[in-house]
T-cell receptor, first 113, second 115 residues
Framework: DTAVSQTPKYLVTQMGNDKSIKCEQN?????MYWYKQDSKKFLKIMFS???????INETVPNRFSPKSPDKAHLNLHINSLELGDSAVYFC????????????FGNGTRLTVT | AQKITQTQPGMFVQEKEAVTLDCTYD???????LFWYKQPSSGEMIFLIY??????QNATEGRYSLNFQKARKSANLVISASQLGDSAMYFC????????????FGTGTRLTIIP
């Protein structure tokens, strides 16, 4: 039973295209996150949703738009992809109000050519 | 603001030896949690161990233990009897409670176990 699943695992696309990454969790958590891991392995938060409400929105280009149809799903849509968007994107979930670990998906490696 | 510092970019350790990965942190939150994650070459993020700021005892999980020194703001990970499968990137991270729930990561330490 996969706890946090994201698709696709790999995404190769050309500059200027629009792409989406989907994430789903079956842990019953109410908070979901998107993290970006750059080529130096640094992990930085992008967004967080709690019960479909945006609660964290770091400095991210507005080409990135998260969408949460319900508390178990958080998708990431990226418009007009640029070379610098190439990275690994991780979805994660946790329960709000608890200082507990985040559970991560396996990541989506995005390559923009 | 929360900050995590990992000063060891890479470490090489002989198999079966113990290894300590350093982590220092800074926060103004009265209540927070400290975490260690492992990222093997396959890329997934694996949660290893958690220490709450008010926990009196250091956390342990199998071969992993967290050496928590609150006054020094350090949360070092100790791996006993290292194995080849321990070769990976290790990230220290922290998060607070309401209003500061994001998990803030350090830059990581790449651990290589030598047979």
């Amino acid at each position: 039973d996969t706890a946090v699943s994201q698709t696709p695992k790999y995404l190769v696309t050309q500059m200027g295209n629009d792409k989406s990454i989907k994430c789903e969790q079956n842990l019953g958590h109410d908070t979901m996150y998107w993290y970006k891991q750059d080529s130096k392995k640094f992990l930085k938060i992008m967004f967080s949703y709690n019960n479909k409400e945006l609660i964290i929105n770091e400095t991210v280009p507005n080409r990135f738009s998260p969408k949460s149809p319900d508390k178990a799903h958080l998708n990431l849509h990226i418009n007009s992809l640029e070379l610098g968007d190439s990275a690994v994107y991780f979805c994660a979930s946790s329960q709000r109000g608890q200082i507990s670990p985040l559970h991560f998906g396996n990541g989506t490696r995005l390559t923009v050519t | 603001a929360q900050k995590i510092t990992q000063t060891q970019p890479g470490m090489f350790v002989q198999e079966k030896e113990a290894v300590t990965l350093d982590c220092t942190y800074d926060t103004s939150d009265p209540s927070y949690g400290l975490f260690w994650y492992k990222q093997p070459s396959s890329g997934e993020m694996i949660f290893l161990i958690y220490q709450g700021s008010y926990d009196q005892q250091n956390a342990t999980e199998g071969r992993y233990s967290l050496n928590f020194q609150k006054a020094r703001k350090s949360a070092n990970l100790v791996i006993s009897a290292s194995q080849l499968g321990d070769s990976a990137m290790y990230f220290c991270a922290m998060r607070g409670n309401f209003g500061n729930e994001k998990l803030t990561f350090g830059t990581g330490t790449r651990l290589t176990i030598i047979p």
